[in-house]
């Protein structure tokens, strides 16, 4: 498997972690920063945020990438990192994100 | 994984967070039922022992309970530190659930002897234990912020009341006070209710509405401007009814505590302008109408305090004043954010495991929005029948009031159970 093709099988596993106060997946609400692979290994790398660095729901953000990505057989090893730098902001949010906030009621 | 503030590692056991809301959701049920009861008996000057066991009962069996569950919950998690001891809220809400129904049922039945004061006593320890507990924890983080600013000193106001209320306790059985024992019933009222409870809904909303709603309102000088009018109209009404009854003191308190909540109330609205998330739910519209409350409440104390009125449109007016802050504005806001609080705690101890395993709910999607909807129209509806049944001395529109704010009691028990109830 190539870097590309195992970048965007993580990116499609990300897209099935929700975030539990609104429903939207992490993708869509703008929350995964950088995705980075290593085919050969089967290692992936990603880096996320939270919309709140009080986020309650942190941890179990955290857990579901891991064990999603975990999930897909070409992914070894899962490392994550969390980070507030830059803090989150709303123009992050996808087109289908911000159609499920009703952002452009 | 490497992490930056995970805050939700923080969090205390699940169990002790929803003992106390079980205990004050329990504690509704039965303020509203002891309402329906003596509805018609809702009149006439605030110091009858029914009417100090209903607000007693309102205060120390719903709001209280349930406000201590989830500080124990929310200070862990906003200031990124774990809650010192475990043990001693246990050990606290213990003491408080025995002393607390034994306070109220002799101060029901103004039976005010030495069993009176002892139960004052064991309430006395046990919310001295939660406030040295969760000071400790408060001292032990690094987060600094303007919430933190608002839950000391809604501390510093709980303790105080807590104190006075005792001092009062000890004057009812065995009198000994210099001064007008009524004077200090309505600081100690104040400190509790707009002090503690007022500061603390204050505080905290600035952080759960941003959260909530995805609103970033980077601008504090209002929140700031509230947390000091607060504080100074209680310290003008103290030193009012304490030391110069007949001074400017309490015209004072008023008009300043009006200038804090109208800071408040513009903060709240700024941040709801700001927000991203356009469709609002019903735990909101619950919060949206306790600040309706708080400025009704506002609104009735200027009256009383500036405004020549009789002396039985005075006590009507009182009561209703009362009745809107407690249950309405503060009671409000307990049910609206217990309807967001409870629903994320058992997602988060039951479903989120299994994110990434399978598809999970959302935290929102654990209870039907139908019975929300239901209770929600009850509530408000049996809140503004009371209010305005005791203000214009409608007994029939009070018990209608009662009937339908008990109802609402039911369905949210009910609607709890089925949020507790929910496993994957």
């Given at each position: 498997?190539?870097?590309?093709?195992l970048?965007?099988?993580?990116?499609?596993?990300?897209?099935?972690?929700?975030?539990?106060?609104?429903?939207?997946n992490?993708?869509?609400?703008?929350?995964?920063?950088?995705?980075?692979?290593?085919?050969?290994?089967?290692?992936?790398?990603?880096?996320?945020?939270?919309?709140?660095?009080?986020?309650?729901a942190?941890?179990?953000?955290?857990?579901?990438?891991?064990?999603?990505?975990?999930?897909?057989?070409?992914?070894?090893?899962?490392?994550?990192?969390?980070?507030?730098?830059?803090?989150?902001?709303?123009?992050?949010?996808s087109?289908?994100?911000?159609?499920?906030?009703?952002?452009?009621d | 994984?490497?992490?930056?503030?995970?805050?939700?590692?923080?969090?205390?056991s699940?169990?002790l967070?929803?003992?106390?809301?079980?205990l004050?959701?329990?504690?509704?049920?039965?303020?509203?039922?002891?309402?329906?009861?003596?509805?018609?008996?809702?009149?006439?000057?605030?110091?009858?022992?029914?009417?100090?066991?209903?607000v007693?009962?309102?205060?120390?069996?719903?709001?209280?309970?349930?406000?201590?569950?989830?500080?124990?919950?929310?200070?862990?998690?906003v200031?990124?530190?774990?809650?010192?001891?475990?043990?001693?809220?246990?050990?606290?809400?213990?003491?408080?659930?025995?002393?607390?129904?034994?306070?109220?049922?002799?101060?029901?039945?103004?039976?005010?002897?030495?069993?009176?004061?002892?139960?004052?006593?064991?309430?006395?320890?046990?919310?001295?234990?939660?406030?040295?507990?969760?000071?400790?924890?408060?001292?032990?983080?690094?987060?600094?912020?303007?919430?933190?600013?608002?839950?000391?000193?809604?501390?510093?106001?709980?303790?105080?009341?807590?104190?006075?209320g005792?001092?009062?306790?000890?004057?009812?059985?065995?009198?000994?006070?210099a001064?007008?024992?009524?004077?200090?019933?309505?600081?100690?009222?104040?400190?509790?209710?707009?002090?503690?409870?007022?500061?603390?809904i204050m505080?905290?909303?600035?952080?759960l509405?941003?959260?909530?709603?995805?609103?970033y309102?980077?601008?504090?000088w209002?929140?700031?401007l509230?947390?000091?009018?607060?504080?100074?109209?209680?310290?003008?009404?103290?030193?009012?009814?304490?030391?110069?009854?007949?001074?400017?003191g309490?015209?004072?308190?008023?008009?300043?505590?009006?200038?804090?909540?109208?800071?408040?109330?513009?903060?709240?609205?700024?941040?709801?302008?700001?927000?991203?998330?356009?469709?609002?739910?019903?735990p909101?519209?619950?919060?949206?109408?306790?600040?309706c409350?708080?400025?009704?409440?506002?609104?009735?104390?200027?009256?009383l305090?500036?405004?020549?009125?009789d002396?039985?449109?005075?006590?009507?007016?009182?009561?209703?004043y009362?009745?809107v802050?407690?249950?309405?504005?503060?009671?409000?806001?307990?049910?609206?954010?217990?309807?967001?609080?409870?629903?994320?705690?058992?997602?988060?101890?039951?479903?989120?495991?299994?994110?990434?395993?399978?598809?999970?709910?959302?935290?929102?999607?654990?209870?039907?929005?139908?019975?929300?909807?239901?209770?929600?129209?009850?509530?408000?509806?049996?809140?503004?029948?009371?209010?305005?049944?005791i203000?214009?001395?409608?007994?029939?529109?009070?018990?209608?009031?009662?009937?339908?704010?008990?109802?609402?009691?039911?369905?949210?028990?009910r609607?709890?159970?089925?949020?507790?109830?929910?496993?994957?």
């Open positions: 498997m190539t870097n590309q093709a970048e965007e099988l993580a990116r499609a596993a990300l897209r099935e972690v929700p975030d539990p106060e609104t429903g939207i992490i993708v869509d609400l703008g929350l995964v920063y950088e995705v980075k692979v290593d085919a050969q290994t089967g290692a992936v790398f990603v880096t996320i945020t939270f919309t709140s660095p009080a986020c309650p942190g941890d179990a953000i955290a857990g579901g990438i891991e064990r999603r990505l975990q999930r897909e057989e070409a992914i070894k090893t899962v490392d994550l990192t969390v980070t507030f730098e830059p803090r989150w902001s709303p123009e992050r949010i087109p289908e994100g911000r159609a499920s906030l009703g952002m452009d | 994984m490497t992490t930056a503030g995970l805050a939700s590692r923080y969090a205390p699940l169990h967070v929803l003992a106390h809301f079980a004050g959701i329990v504690g509704f049920v039965v303020f509203s039922l002891a309402l329906l009861l003596r509805a018609l008996a809702v009149q006439g000057h605030f110091f009858q022992p029914q009417l100090l066991g209903l007693h009962l309102c205060v120390l069996g719903w709001l209280l309970p349930i406000t201590l569950g989830a500080l124990h919950q929310l200070i862990p998690v200031f990124e530190v774990k809650v010192r001891s475990e043990r001693v809220p246990w050990l606290a809400l213990a003491l408080y659930a025995v002393g607390a129904a034994s306070f109220i049922a002799q101060l029901w039945a103004f039976s005010l002897g030495s069993a009176f004061v002892a139960s004052a006593a064991l309430l006395v320890v046990a919310l001295y234990a939660y406030l040295a507990n969760l000071a400790l924890t408060l001292l032990g983080s690094r987060v600094r912020t303007l919430t933190g600013a608002y839950v000391v000193a809604a501390f510093c106001h709980l303790a105080l009341a807590v104190a006075l005792f001092l009062l306790a000890l004057h009812l059985a065995w009198p000994y006070l001064i007008d024992h009524l004077r200090l019933l309505r600081v100690h009222a104040h400190l509790a209710g707009f002090g503690f409870f007022g500061l603390l505080g905290v909303a600035y952080r509405l941003e959260m909530f709603l995805i609103a309102e980077k601008r504090t209002p929140g700031v509230a947390l000091i009018c607060v504080n100074v109209s209680l310290v003008s009404l103290a030193l009012h009814h304490v030391l110069a009854p007949g001074s400017h309490l015209h004072v308190a008023v008009v300043v505590g009006a200038a804090g909540i109208a800071a408040f109330v513009f903060q709240v609205q700024r941040i709801y302008r700001a927000r991203i998330r356009r469709r609002t739910d019903l909101w519209r619950h919060t949206a109408a306790s600040f409350y708080l400025v009704v409440a506002g609104v009735l104390a200027i009256a305090a500036l405004s020549p009125l002396d039985a449109l005075q006590a009507r007016l009182s009561l209703a009362g009745f802050a407690l249950p309405g504005f503060v009671g409000s806001v307990i049910v609206g954010q217990l309807h967001k609080i409870l629903p994320f705690l058992i997602w988060f101890h039951r479903f989120a495991p299994y994110v990434g395993l399978r598809s999970v709910p959302a935290a929102s999607e654990l209870l039907a929005e139908p019975p929300q909807r239901v209770q929600w129209f009850l509530m408000h509806g049996g809140i503004v029948a009371i209010a305005l049944g203000a214009l001395a409608q007994p029939a529109l009070r018990l209608a009031g009662a009937l339908s704010l008990f109802s609402s009691s039911l369905v949210f028990a609607n709890m159970w089925a949020i507790y109830r929910r496993q994957p």
